[in-house]
């Protein structure tokens, strides 16, 4: 069973890089048989939004509004990978999810709220 879990800090400042991390337990990020690791966030009110993913290889992709803000990279030693999203602002304030595309392996979600 894949298992995933956030952490970082609950409260950034505008202007701040977020820094989270997504530690995966029950697979391998770097086998082919798990291939989009990605995150999600929804906002308050809003529907989900994917933000972007990191695939077994390495390569990323991002959501095109979000894309000049966000960097996703990994730690394959300890099996993490990590989300850091740039100039923030409070329309960033979200939970942030880790979810592995195409199943139903999701982290619990972690509350970022942006403000001074």
């Known amino acids: 069973q894949v298992q995933l879990l956030e952490s970082g800090p609950g409260l950034v400042k505008p202007s701040q890089t977020l820094s989270l991390t997504c530690t995966v337990s029950?697979?391998?990020?770097?086998?082919?048989?798990?291939?989009?690791w990605s995150w999600i966030r929804q906002s308050p009110g809003k529907g989900l939004e994917w933000v972007g993913c990191i695939d077994y290889a390495g390569s990323t992709d991002y959501s095109p509004s979000l894309r000049s803000r966000t960097s996703i990279s990994r730690d394959t030693s300890k099996n993490q990978f990590t989300l850091q999203l740039s100039s923030l602002t409070p329309e960033d304030t979200a939970v942030y999810y880790c979810?592995?595309?195409?199943?139903?392996?999701w982290g619990q979600g972690t509350q970022v709220t942006v403000s001074s």
């Open positions: 979810h592995l595309l195409g199943s139903l392996s």
């Open positions: 029950g697979a391998s990020i770097i086998t082919t048989n798990y291939y989009y």
